[in-house]
C-alpha cells in the first residue's frame, strides 16, 4: 500500500492535529518498542497508516479501556508449506493470533515445482492481506545426495526479480559449497549480494563460521545452544529463535537474549503443523512461552515485531509509531498476551480469535499440479537382503531435527532383514516421486515406536518424496499406495484400514481450512499413537528423518546419508 500525494497530505493533516482521523483509540496502553516502556495514550489512524500517538480525536472513536496495543507480529523464517494450509488458509489461521507479516522461504513447493510453485506463491501474497514476503530458495535441491522434482540455479532465480514480495536469498543450507567456494553457490551469493542473505549452518563455528559469515550471509535459526547462538552473535549474526512443531530452542537460547544482544534476536516457527497452530498459535504462543520464562513482555514482543522489521529492512512496520503501517492488535492483559482484536491497515480484521472477512473474497490463483510418479509399488521393493551383522539406523529424537546414528543387530528372517517392533526396529522407504520407475531406498529407524501398522507422507523434507516407516512391508505399501492415488498428503494403514490426509497442492498442502486440515492430522496422529507411536508429532518428526542437511543420519530416496560426511552409506556395515 502506497501513498500518494493526497494521502500524504491528509496523514500530514491528520498528525498534526488539522484534521480528525479515520480511527482513534482512545485510552490504550502502547508497547513501545524503542523505550521499552508502556506509554498511555491515544493512537491515531489514518489511510492505513497510524497519523499519531497522543491525543486525538477521530471520525470513530475506540475505547480502549485500559487495553495494550501491540504492534503486529512478524514471523522473520516460515515454511507455509509445513502448515499444510495453503496461503489463504494460512492467512486466515494467523491473522486472528496477531500476526501482520511472515517472511516465508517457498522452499518447499520450489523443490517440488520449480519456478511454477514460487510463483503461485508470489501471486498469493499479492492478493491476501496478510504480509508475505519471499525470501527465494537457496537451495533446490538442498543437497546432491536426493532428487528433487526441480534445479534452480542463480540464472533462475535472477527471472523472478524485480518482483515487491521478494527481499532476498532465503537459508542457504549448503555451508559446506560456502565455506568451499562453490561456484554455483556463490553465484547467488553475488546475485543477492545486496539483499537480504538468510543462513543455515547447524554447529558451524570457528574459521568455518567465519567464512560462513564472510560471504554475506546475516542469520542463522539452527541454533540448538546458548554457547553456539552466543559465537554466532559475537560475529555479528542475527539469531532467530526457533520455536516450531518439531524443533524447540527458546528455552535453549533465552539465556543469550540480554540488554546487548535483543535487537539481533527474533522468534521464529519455521515449521508448524496445523494443530498447534489452532491450539497453541502462532508468534503470540512464542511471545507468551518467552515471558514465562522471564523475559520483559515488551522485550518479547519486540523481538516477535519490530527486530524482524528492522533485520529484513521492512519499511514502515514493527512499530507503533508516526507513519508506520496500522498493524496492530489489543489484547487486555500484556502477559500473557492474548490478542482479542486485530488491525490490518487500519481495518480490524479479526475479532475474538475469528476472522471478520471470508477468504473465498481474496480470490487467489488456482493452485497448481501435484507430481506423484511412483510407478508399481509392491512389497518385495522392500526385502533387504541381510549382508552383514549390524545395520546403521537413524534414531528418532523428540524436539529436534536431529538424528543420531546408531549400530544394531538386524532381526532376519528366510536371509532378509525385517522390522522388530519389539526393540522398536522398524524398516524405512523413500519413494522418488519424480522419475517413473525408481525402486525404494530402503532402511531402518529406531525410536518410532510402533508396535504395528505404518504411517508416510508426501512431506518428507527437502525433496519432497514419499517416505514411510512401518512395521509390516504390507502396510508399508497401503499407506504409500493411497499417498500416490490421493495426489500426496499423510497416511496411516495397518491391516488394511488406512486413514489419509489429503495434501493435493504439490503433495504438501491441502486446500481446506486450518479446522479441517487440523482435524485430519490429529485423526493420523491418534492412529499412531494407538498403534504405539512415542513421539508427540510422529509425521513431523517422520518429514525430517530424509533431511539430508541435518545430522547424523538421514534416508533420502538414493540411499542412507551421513551427514557429517556429506556422503552415502552402506546399509551394513562392514565387519
Known amino acids: 500500500m502506497k501513498l500518494d500525494s493526497a494521502r500524504l497530505a491528509r496523514l500530514i493533516a491528520v498528525a498534526a492535529g488539522r484534521q480528525p482521523a479515520d480511527l482513534c483509540i482512545k485510552g490504550c496502553r502502547l508497547v513501545n518498542v524503542f523505550t521499552g516502556k508502556i506509554e498511555e495514550a491515544d493512537l491515531a489512524v489514518c489511510e492505513g497508516f497510524i497519523a499519531g500517538v497522543g491525543a486525538y480525536e477521530g471520525k470513530c472513536t475506540l475505547r480502549a479501556e485500559g487495553m495494550f496495543v501491540s504492534p503486529g507480529f512478524i514471523d522473520g523464517h516460515i515454511h507455509i508449506e509445513s502448515t499444510l494450509l495453503s496461503p489463504e488458509y494460512f492467512c486466515a489461521a494467523v491473522l486472528p493470533r496477531g500476526t501482520s507479516g511472515v517472511v516465508a522461504d517457498p522452499h518447499e513447493i520450489a523443490n517440488v515445482l520449480g519456478l511454477e510453485g514460487i510463483r503461485y506463491f508470489a501471486e498469493c501474497a499479492r492478493r491476501v492481506p496478510l504480509d508475505i514476503f519471499l525470501n527465494l530458495p537457496s537451495c533446490v535441491p538442498a543437497s546432491p545426495l536426493e532428487t528433487s522434482g526441480a534445479n534452480l540455479r542463480a540464472v533462475d532465480l535472477e527471472s523472478l526479480l524485480p518482483d515487491e514480495t521478494i527481499l532476498g536469498l532465503a537459508e542457504m543450507m549448503n555451508f559446506p559449497g560456502v565455506i568451499g567456494a562453490n561456484a554455483e553457490v556463490c553465484d547467488k551469493l553475488l546475485l543477492f549480494q545486496d539483499s537480504v542473505l538468510d543462513g543455515h549452518c547447524p554447529g558451524l563455528t570457528g574459521r568455518d563460521l567465519n567464512a560462513y559469515i564472510a560471504a554475506g550471509i546475516g542469520s542463522d535459526h539452527e541454533c540448538t545452544s546458548a554457547r553456539e547462538a552466543a559465537e554466532k552473535l559475537s560475529r555479528g549474526m542475527a539469531v532467530m529463535i526457533r520455536q516450531g512443531s518439531q524443533s524447540k530452542d527458546l528455552a535453549k537460547l533465552i539465556g543469550v537474549v540480554d540488554d546487548s544482544t535483543w535487537q539481533r534476536c527474533m522468534f521464529v516457527t519455521d515449521d508448524l503443523h496445523p494443530d498447534d497452530l489452532l491450539e497453541k498459535g502462532h508468534l503470540n504462543a512464542i511471545v507468551n512461552d518467552a515471558m514465562a520464562l522471564g523475559m520483559d513482555p515488551v522485550r518479547a514482543i519486540a523481538m516477535a515485531s519490530w527486530t524482524p522489521a528492522n533485520y529484513f529492512r521492512l519499511k514502515r512496520r514493527g512499530a507503533l ?229 541435518i545430522p547424523e543420519l538421514k534416508l533420502t530416496d538414493l540411499g542412507l546419508v551421513d551427514v557429517l560426511k556429506f556422503s552415502h552409506v552402506p546399509l551394513f556395515e562392514e565387519e
Not at 501 to 530: H, W
Open 321 to 549: 509509531a508516526p507513519g508506520f503501517f496500522a498493524d496492530f492488535s489489543l489484547s487486555p492483559t500484556l502477559n500473557p498476551w492474548n490478542p482479542v482484536r486485530v488491525f490490518k491497515s487500519g481495518l480490524e480484521i479479526a475479532a475474538e480469535r475469528k476472522l471478520l472477512v471470508d477468504p473465498a473474497s481474496w480470490r487467489v490463483p488456482t493452485a497448481p499440479r501435484s507430481p506423484m510418479n511412483l510407478g508399481e509399488i509392491l512389497p518385495e521393493h522392500l526385502l533387504v537382503a541381510a549382508e552383514g551383522r549390524s545395520v546403521r539406523v537413524i534414531e528418532v529424537l523428540e524436539a529436534t531435527l536431529f538424528t543420531r546414528s546408531l549400530s544394531m543387530e538386524p532381526a532376519i528372517e528366510n536371509g532378509f532383514a525385517v522390522s522388530d517392533a519389539g526393540r522398536d526396529l522398524l524398516k524405512a522407504a523413500v519413494y522418488n516421486r519424480y522419475v517413473p520407475g525408481r525402486k525404494p531406498a530402503v532402511g531402518f529407524v529406531h525410536g518410532l515406536g510402533l508396535k504395528k501398522g505404518a504411517i508416510a507422507t508426501s512431506v518428507a523434507h527437502d525433496s519432497h518424496n514419499v517416505i514411510a516407516v512401518g512395521v509390516s512391508d504390507a502396510d508399508i505399501v497401503s499407506a504409500v499406495c493411497a499417498l500416490r492415488d490421493s495426489g500426496g498428503g499423510m497416511a496411516a494403514a495397518s491391516e488394511g484400514r488406512v486413514e489419509i490426509l489429503p495434501l493435493p497442492i504439490a503433495g504438501l498442502m491441502s486446500g481446506q481450512a486450518a479446522p479441517e486440515v487440523s482435524r485430519g492430522l490429529q485423526n493420523l496422529k491418534a492412529c499412531a499413537k494407538a498403534w504405539g507411536a512415542k513421539l508427540e508429532n510422529p509425521f513431523m518428526a517422520l518429514s525430517f528423518l530424509s533431511l539430508s542437511v
